[in-house]
């Protein structure tokens, strides 16, 4: 795999984007690959600390590690002469994830048996995170029934085994040991982590921004909607793993998640019609939308000039997508709406869930200040089909889909 196209794929910045990631290194030749996997999780932008073993400092320097890492290294359970510790119960609770690389046949038999004469394994055994071990050693040591045994228990405890690679050994020996190289772990990592999101393997169907109806080739009838309220629960559902149709009215904004699919309309009957079809494999739908109730009855085909006087126009209503899905809607299905209201709020968005045949709705009141269209904050409740509702405090429109996507996750 190549560094530099590896470093450009999207995919693998995100996944591990302020992430807190805690490097084991133990002693074996291969430390010197620490080196670049660390340089690769911090330009991934993840939050890097290392932990070295006493007997990996006659391998690589922390010098080294810590200007990779941009940390300082731990080694010891406490501070050189100052009497401060090294908290071992701390630096297992920061960690998101802990990687052991190089893993020497040593720390695993050590792991294995729950024995901490070192920080790395106190760290290891207050973790509450996924650890992986990548292995690497000399190929007699890596068949050895015992480290066969180890691994296989280790395995058994809930931590991830990156297997190493064939090749040339620092003994001259040939065959397996080698420790796997930093961009195979990475992406051992990043697989590994899609997995344990909680929507992976969801298709969710997101609707957002403003509907322009034609008047004429020039002119519209449309809403100051902004669409960011969409885009960022788009973002967050793909960030939590799901696979996201994002169909989306006249907007000046970018979908920044590769798992985003973008479907650009302009009008109502665009929105509708793209809604429609991608609701079929749909697993979650949220419609932020804010879409034109009416549109002209016909659009003429050329301007409409002034001279000629135009005293009115005639209006038809728009198809509701969201009343439509609310019928199409399967057991599986949850349907979630949007209702932007200035009276009677929690009164009219709970007659909307029972006529759109909603799982849950969002109720936004143009009475809260920093709330509605083209602002970057938001301030909702969130209203379930059994009427229970939960008020939020005003946010970043960020935070409001972060909390939106939550409540979905307990409804799922
Ligand atoms: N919606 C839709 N298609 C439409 C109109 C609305 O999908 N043609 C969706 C919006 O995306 C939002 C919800 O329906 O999720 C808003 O409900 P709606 O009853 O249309 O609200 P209002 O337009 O505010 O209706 P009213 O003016 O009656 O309050």
Redesign the pocket.
Same mark, same amino acid.
């Given at each position: 795999m190549q560094t530099a196209n590896f470093l450009t794929a999207n995919f693998y910045y995100l996944m591990l984007k302020g992430k807190n990631i805690l490097i084991g290194v133990t002693a074996s030749i291969a430390a010197y690959k620490s080196a670049l996997l660390i340089r690769l999780l911090v330009k991934a932008g993840a939050d890097v600390k290392v932990i070295m073993t006493p007997a990996a400092l006659d391998f690589i320097t922390p010098l080294t590690l810590s200007t990779l890492s941009k940390n300082p290294v731990l080694i010891h359970f406490s501070k050189d002469k100052t009497g401060e510790w090294n908290n071992h119960v701390e630096l297992g609770l920061w960690a998101d994830t802990i990687v052991i690389a190089p893993a020497s046949a040593n720390t695993i038999a050590k792991m294995v048996n729950g024995i901490c004469d070192n920080l790395l394994l106190a760290t290891y055994l207050s973790a509450r995170c996924k650890v992986y071990v990548a292995p690497a050693m000399d190929l007699d040591m890596y068949k050895h029934p015992a480290t066969v045994e180890n691994l296989k228990r280790l395995k058994s405890f809930g931590n991830a085994v990156i297997n190493p690679g064939t090749g040339e050994l620092a003994s001259g020996l040939n065959g397996e040991g080698r420790m796997a190289e930093p961009e195979d772990i990475i992406e051992f990592l990043q697989k590994s982590l899609t997995k344990m999101l909680p929507f992976t393997g969801k298709k969710v169907l997101v609707?957002a921004g403003p509907t322009y109806e034609a008047i004429d080739p020039v002119r519209f009838i449309g809403n100051h909607s902004s669409g960011k309220m969409g885009f960022a629960i788009a973002e967050e559902f793909a960030s939590q793993g799901a696979d996201v149709t994002l169909v989306c009215g006249p907007n000046n904004l970018t979908a920044i998640h590769p798992n985003i699919h973008r479907i650009d309309i302009t009008s +109502?009957e665009e *929105?509708?019609n793209a809604?429609v079809k991608a609701f079929k494999t749909t697993d979650i739908a949220v419609?932020?939308? +804010?879409?034109?109730?009416y549109k002209p009855t016909k659009a003429a085909n050329q301007k409409i000039k002034k001279v000629n006087g135009i005293k009115s126009i005639d209006l038809v209503s728009?198809?509701?997508? *969201?009343?439509e899905?609310g019928k199409l809607k399967k057991a599986h299905q949850l349907l979630i709406?949007? +209702? *932007?209201?200035t009276e009677n709020e929690i009164e009219?968005a709970k007659a909307?869930i029972k006529?759109?045949n909603l799982d849950l709705i969002v109720l936004n009141s143009l009475n809260d200040k920093g709330a509605g269209f083209k602002t970057n904050t938001n301030k909702i409740t969130l209203i379930n089909r059994y009427n229970k509702s939960v008020n939020f405090e005003l946010k970043s429109k960020a935070e409001v889909a972060r909390d939106i996507v939550t409540v979905i996750k307990g409804l799922i």
């Amino acid at each position: 795999m190549q560094t530099a196209n590896f470093l450009t794929a999207n995919f693998y910045y995100l996944m591990l984007k302020g992430k807190n990631i805690l490097i084991g290194v133990t002693a074996s030749i291969a430390a010197y690959k620490s080196a670049l996997l660390i340089r690769l999780l911090v330009k991934a932008g993840a939050d890097v600390k290392v932990i070295m073993t006493p007997a990996a400092l006659d391998f690589i320097t922390p010098l080294t590690l810590s200007t990779l890492s941009k940390n300082p290294v731990l080694i010891h359970f406490s501070k050189d002469k100052t009497g401060e510790w090294n908290n071992h119960v701390e630096l297992g609770l920061w960690a998101d994830t802990i990687v052991i690389a190089p893993a020497s046949a040593n720390t695993i038999a050590k792991m294995v048996n729950g024995i901490c004469d070192n920080l790395l394994l106190a760290t290891y055994l207050s973790a509450r995170c996924k650890v992986y071990v990548a292995p690497a050693m000399d190929l007699d040591m890596y068949k050895h029934p015992a480290t066969v045994e180890n691994l296989k228990r280790l395995k058994s405890f809930g931590n991830a085994v990156i297997n190493p690679g064939t090749g040339e050994l620092a003994s001259g020996l040939n065959g397996e040991g080698r420790m796997a190289e930093p961009e195979d772990i990475i992406e051992f990592l990043q697989k590994s982590l899609t997995k344990m999101l909680p929507f992976t393997g969801k298709k969710v169907l997101v609707t957002a921004g403003p509907t322009y109806e034609a008047i004429d080739p020039v002119r519209f009838i449309g809403n100051h909607s902004s669409g960011k309220m969409g885009f960022a629960i788009a973002e967050e559902f793909a960030s939590q793993g799901a696979d996201v149709t994002l169909v989306c009215g006249p907007n000046n904004l970018t979908a920044i998640h590769p798992n985003i699919h973008r479907i650009d309309i302009t009008s +109502a009957e665009e *929105l509708y019609n793209a809604s429609v079809k991608a609701f079929k494999t749909t697993d979650i739908a949220v419609l932020s939308a +804010a879409v034109a109730d009416y549109k002209p009855t016909k659009a003429a085909n050329q301007k409409i000039k002034k001279v000629n006087g135009i005293k009115s126009i005639d209006l038809v209503s728009t198809k509701d997508t *969201l009343q439509e899905l609310g019928k199409l809607k399967k057991a599986h299905q949850l349907l979630i709406g949007f +209702a *932007l209201e200035t009276e009677n709020e929690i009164e009219n968005a709970k007659a909307k869930i029972k006529k759109k045949n909603l799982d849950l709705i969002v109720l936004n009141s143009l009475n809260d200040k920093g709330a509605g269209f083209k602002t970057n904050t938001n301030k909702i409740t969130l209203i379930n089909r059994y009427n229970k509702s939960v008020n939020f405090e005003l946010k970043s429109k960020a935070e409001v889909a972060r909390d939106i996507v939550t409540v979905i996750k307990g409804l799922i």
